[in-house]
């Protein structure tokens, strides 16, 4: 469903990624490990339509359509969805509004207000938020933790069906990572969504089963695996696993 062809990304006229290839399938888990600063978020901007992150040679395709010609409405309207690693605060509109507005925005058609409330309120109870928290503005004053849920909220509503997720674990107390990750296997069972995970941290894979993990070093992928590439990176670091890296290996998986 997601094909990423010899993609290269620039920001401020800085190559930041060189010849990434990744193919996500329906329904498929595919995690991207890598160290900090390497341009796992850069990658998820690109992909979501960040003018920005300036593709300087590849494609992207989402089903038949490439997305190089849409911008980041289009591309949401055909179910991406970035959680942003640091969302971002939006003074004076409520959690509320910008669900409405961003809903209407994807499918075109009047929003029932009663029943959207309804639905709204019964997805923030399932996430153990207060009901006034759909009245708060986006994001501000909001604790770490509660950014995250925030951005769970808005998933539930606008019902994506690529997903991104980076660091969604970051922030989030034991509690709380039992609720949104439990929260997000119940959300891709239902809807059949197939998920992009940037983390650093396998706590994650108790509750979600990656179907690859790829290791992203030197601006591109050099090693695809199984789960437990993982432990093996959490065991010996980047570097040993990047040193043994051969071009061929990062299309094994495909
Ligand atoms: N909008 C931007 N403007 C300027 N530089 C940027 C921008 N976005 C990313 N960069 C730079 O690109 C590089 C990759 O950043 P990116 O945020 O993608 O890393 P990351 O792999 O997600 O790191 P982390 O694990 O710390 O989140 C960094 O050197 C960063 O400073
Ligand atoms: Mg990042």
Redesign the pocket.
Known sequence: MLKIENLSIK??NKE?LNNINLTINDGEIHVIM?P???????LCHCIMGNP?YVISNGNIFYDKENLNLLDVAKRAKLGIYYLF?NPPMIEGVTNSAMIRAALTSKTGEHIDIFKFNKELKEVANKLNLDPSFIHREVNVNMSGGEKKKNEMLNLWMLKPNFIMLD?LDSGLDVDSIKVVLNSLKEYIKKYKASLLIITHNTKIFDYLKPDYIHILNNKTIVKTGNINLAYEIEKNGFNEISKSFKISENKSYE
Do not use: A, R
């Open positions: 920001v401020l930041i890598g900090n600063g390497i341009g796992k978020s850069s920005d690693q660091e």
